[in-house]
């Protein structure tokens, strides 16, 4: 068998490498990738990217549940599971 245990990924930059992430990842082979953005909340708002993350959908709440959570009507959530498990943001000193 040919299965690699681990996949090393330097700077996933397109919508196809992070859909070739997702799909390793979904196979079970563990991966370390880097994704380049200013911010975590860059890659957030990266349509090609985003999907590392989980992706973001606009929903809209009820009203109780806007009363809940004390936020507006329209609110972004992740659409599904992160492509990793774990996430490092790394920061200039």
Known sequence: NHTPEVVIVDEIGTELEASAARTIS???????????GH??????KNPCLNDLIGGVVSVTLGDDE??????????????????????????EI
């Open 26 to 36: 979904q196979r079970g082979v563990q991966m370390i990738a880097t994704a380049h």
């Open 66 to 91: 806007a009363r809940r959570r004390r936020v507006q009507k329209s609110v972004l959530e992740r659409e599904g599971p992160p492509t990793f498990g774990a996430a490092g943001e790394m920061n």
């Open 39 to 44: 911010t975590l909340e860059n890659l957030l």
